[in-house]
């Protein structure tokens, strides 16, 4: 609630507007008329939330039926609201898996379609929209329900995949799953000394290893400037598992939103920071992983958005090409050090082939993730972060972002008129539109 009593809703970085969800099982009776659909509200910025004008936004997660299984080949057709939890729940110890995952595995199918998740498999197993899903049933903007695919309207399925909903509501989604020996990871993480080992090391674990993803202590300078763990994983043999059951994980949960003033020292991010590095004493681990603490080691905590208190927080990701160099990182983490955007999470990756979806965010080169609270200085920080990103021909991630300048966008992704373009074609009052596109799109407000 706002202070005036007002419905509020947000996305995960806790930056509110007036709105609130309508949430219903039928998503073609509940998204007539809507402006917009949103899942499990994940996203970190505003590309979830409405417009100023209409404050109401279609809720999926309720729509979240399994239509066709075929346990053969591992075709899954769900329902949009259909989340990545509920699948790992009942698939994960049947031996399949979804090829790409996010961070988090509170996220709906239709949400991961509409940002193109990518994870820690990128370079093997590439984006979800562009390399995983086959189908796509959706309620364009005229009102007409439709089904696209890469064969049927390519044009119309490509603009959604990546297209943070803006394209129309999508109601169905048919994926292709991928069949794993167990449900375990066996895992491998690694010390390193800076930013260059970083790369070099990400670079060389893609080549054997299925997931690689790096955290960096941020807050480093000079020699030790990018330090942090290096990650490795794949699917462990039934053999490397001995047969040993697979647990249900145990969530805590943050009861409360952290106080303004531990946020604002520098010493307690520098104690994190130092504590986690140090933490790994050999420099290499190897050990028998759960899939969890793995790929989502932060949906331990439940609402650990609160840590960073009511002012809430945003995370700045983009991508570096791998044209721009491998000083391109260190050049980054300098300017982020410099104008103190002290972090207490920094994750690296690495990117390969580029997202078919006209708006998909990876292309070939490292992906930076940081996370912030948001401060009086935070605007000039992401204006300094994106002037740079610019130069460096590389580009941000939408579903993050709720800061970015629209004359800085446009000057990072040249694929965006061709996307306007399409929306010019089926939606041209904007029916459908988001507070992110108002922000960096122009829409009507």
């Known amino acids: 609630m706002s202070d005036r009593g007002e419905p509020t809703l947000a996305g995960w970085g806790n930056l509110a507007v007036p709105g609130r969800e309508v949430l219903g099982e039928d998503l073609e009776r509940e998204t007539r008329g809507a402006v917009l659909s949103r899942g499990l509200g994940r996203s970190y910025g505003d590309s979830s939330l409405p ?17 066709h299984w075929d346990g053969h080949s591992g075709i899954l057709r769900a329902e949009a609201g259909f989340s990545l939890w509920e699948f790992n729940r009942l698939f994960l110890r049947r031996g399949w898996f979804i090829g790409s995952t996010p961070g988090t595995q509170f996220v709906t199918l239709g949400g991961m379609v509409a940002s193109d998740v990518h994870g820690k498999g ?13 189908s796509l049933r959706m309620r364009l903007p005229s009102g007409d329900l439709v089904e696209c695919s890469p064969e049927r309207d390519p044009e119309l399925f ?53 997931f ?3 955290w960096i202590d941020c807050l480093s300078r000079g020699k030790h400037m990018g330090r942090g763990l290096l990650d490795r994983g794949r699917w462990a043999t039934p053999e490397e598992t001995g047969g040993k059951p697979l647990p249900v994980t145990r969530r805590l949960a943050m009861p409360f ?11 307690t991010t520098q104690a994190f920071n130092t504590m986690w590095f140090w933490k790994h004493v050999p420099r290499v681990k190897k050990k028998l992983c759960h899939p969890d603490s793995f790929f989502y080691p932060l949906d331990a905590i439940l609402q650990w958005n609160r840590i960073y208190g009511r002012r809430g927080f945003t995370q700045y990701q983009c991508v570096l090409p791998d044209e721009a160099g491998q000083g391109a990182a260190r050049r980054f983490l300098d300017l982020l050090t410099r104008r103190g955007g002290a972090s ?20 070939p080169g490292i992906s930076i993730a940081v996370d912030f609270a948001v401060r009086d200085d935070t605007q000039q920080l992401i204006d300094a972060l994106n002037e740079l ?3 460096e021909g ?3 991630y939408l579903s993050k972002d709720a800061f970015t300048r629209p004359e800085h966008y446009a000057a990072m992704d040249p694929r965006l008129p061709r996307f306007l373009a399409v929306r010019d074609r089926i939606d041209p009052q904007r029916t459908i539109r988001s507070a992110q596109s108002v922000r960096l799109f122009g829409d009507p407000r």
């Open 122 to 134: 990128h370079h093997s197993h590439g984006c979800f929209g562009s390399r995983h899903v086959r």
């Open 389 to 391: 990103v610019i130069a």
């Open 212 to 214: 690689t993803v790096g």
């Open 51 to 67: 417009p100023p004008s209409r404050r109401e936004v279609v809720g999926t997660r309720m729509a979240d039926r399994i239509l």
């Open 257 to 267: 939103m952290f106080p303004e003033f531990v946020l604002r020292l520098k010493l």
């Open 394 to 396: 590389g580009r941000i």
């Open 344 to 363: 207490f999470l920094c994750v690296i990756k690495d990117a390969a082939a580029e997202g078919q979806g006209m708006l998909s965010f990876l292309r």
């Open 158 to 210: 490509w603009a959604t995949v990546g297209g943070m909903g803006l394209t129309g509501h999508i109601l169905e989604v048919e994926c292709q799953t991928q069949a794993i020996p167990s449900p375990w990871i066996w895992s491998e993480s690694e010390r390193v000394d800076d930013i260059d080992q970083f790369i070099a090391g990400l670079k060389e674990a893609g080549k054997t290893w299925p």
